[in-house]
């Protein structure tokens, strides 16, 4: 049954609703309407000129209505009186195409079709910074191997607990904490969930991150490389595969079913898994374009070994198993982890396009390959003819454009648009003039 908004902030006390929804590079875009409001905006949705944010609109069209999706609630755990509910973008009665969360439902829908419902969890690595954002806030965390340093998890304690707090709250079933790999990083886990539901809390939990660390002074960022030298900001994604969508889901299509089959697959992985996965390898440097959408994406990928002794970012399209210096990593039987994205990642996108190249994978029963069960830190110049990732945007985009499957899959609309404003993206940071350039170039 619908949740009528109204009555949920009858129910709960709440005085405002930020109806919201993410535009093509991730900006989450909201109208605070009064709850006496709501009812109407439920029905007809909030306003919005499209082209006042990162769409592919003119000022000439008419108003984009965000219409809320009333399952995406959720009422602010640090202010009870305003809740937020994501919204479905809506052009003269029809779908915005273009417009990420319906680029998600639309291949959401497409693999239910399919019997597939795909579910994931995802790690979203971030700093907390100083509130200018040039320096670590925390003065005395600069050992060499930060990871798990219990010292200075505990310095931030109050900033990590209340987001822990409000995760509990919201039952989104957090079970681990930790300081991460760089100085000033954390990262934070909770369960994994259908790709509409992860994709809505990686929106909040982005949103929830930022306010906390506001209110306690700092600045917390989920950019790829904040910092020059230290491991970046990844967004690992745990992809499974199943029977049935919410609850319902009772089998994990990518588990092996018999024993006999466990005993010839590859690491606990079904054929419909495998076939999956050769999707994603088949579409890697296509799918950069989104899983590392900026040009500091490219600063984390692709990089020297960082000051703890490794960058814990793939360079190249390989998987293995249990190992975490590939791009995809089998940790156990009945999923897999994508390490690939980074922070910059739309929540929505990234989800959109996992389900895309995993359909195309299964469609066409793709092969991820050979396994390499080595240290491609170490040993990666040994592969031979496994590609190597796009080193920069442009490379990324061009790879993107090029995949007539992808680009289909994730819709033309979507696509031509989403390559437009990147390739303008791009071509504003290559005019810009550097000072890497004048100390390189002034004496020639
Ligand atoms: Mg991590």
Redesign the pocket.
């Known amino acids: 049954m619908t949740k009528d908004l109204a009555a949920f902030a009858k129910e709960k006390g709440v005085k405002y609703f930020m109806i919201s929804y993410t535009d093509l590079f991730g900006g989450q875009r909201a109208k605070l309407v009064p709850t006496q409001a709501i009812a109407d905006m439920q029905d007809e949705g909030a306003g919005f000129a499209g082209f006042a944010t990162w769409l592919d609109f003119t000022p000439a069209h008419p108003d984009m209505l965000a219409v809320p999706d009333p399952n995406s609630v959720i009422q602010l755990p640090w202010k009870p009186e305003v809740a937020w509910v994501a919204g479905n973008c809506v052009m003269e009665g029809k779908d915005v195409a273009q417009a990420p969360r319906n680029v998600l439902r639309r291949l959401i829908d497409q693999a239910a079709t399919e019997g597939m419902h795909v579910k994931t969890g995802i ?1 979203a ?1 971030f700093f907390l910074l100083s509130p200018d954002g040039s320096q670590i806030s925390d003065e005395y965390d600069t050992a060499v191997k930060p990871c798990y340093d219990q010292q200075a998890v505990m310095r931030r304690y109050d900033v990590i607990k209340e987001i822990c707090d409000h995760m509990l709250e919201l039952g989104w079933g957090p079970y681990q904490n930790d300081h ?1 790999d760089a100085n000033g990083q954390f ?1 934070m886990n909770w369960e994994f969930d259908d790709t509409l539901a992860t994709a809505d809390k990686h929106s909040f939990f982005k949103f929830m991150t930022k306010s906390v660390a506001e209110k306690h002074g700092f600045r917390a960022t989920f950019m790829p490389k904040p910092v020059e030298g230290l491991t970046g900001n ?1 967004c ?1 994604a745990h992809i499974s595969v199943w029977d049935a969508p919410g609850p319902k889901a009772k089998t994990n299509v990518f588990a092996t079913e018999s024993s006999k089959e466990s005993q010839t697959s590859e690491l606990g992985l079904s054929e419909k898994g495998r076939h999956f996965l050769g999707g994603i390898m088949k579409h890697a440097s296509a799918l950069a374009a989104v899983t590392n959408p900026t040009v500091n994406s490219y600063k984390r990928i692709n990089a020297p070994r960082t000051m703890s002794g490794a960058t814990w970012a793939p360079n190249s399209v390989t998987w293995t198993g249990n190992n975490r210096t590939h791009m995809v990593r089998v940790p156990g039987p009945g999923r897999f982890e994508l390490r690939l994205a980074d922070g910059a990642t739309n929540p929505y996108l990234l989800q959109a396009v996992i389900i895309a190249a995993g359909l195309s994978g299964v469609r066409s029963e793709a092969d991820p390959g050979k396994r390499y069960d080595i240290d491609m830190y170490a040993q990666g110049h040994t592969v031979r003819g496994a590609p190597k990732l796009p080193l920069n945007m442009l490379d990324a985009l061009r790879a993107y454009d090029k995949d007539k499957g992808l680009k289909e899959a994730m819709g033309k609309e979507f696509s031509d648009a989403y390559l437009k404003l990147k390739m303008e993206e791009w071509n504003s940071f290559v005019s810009h003039f550097s000072s890497w350039e004048k100390e390189n170039t002034l004496d020639i």
């Open positions: 790690e690595e991460e990262e990844g690992h």
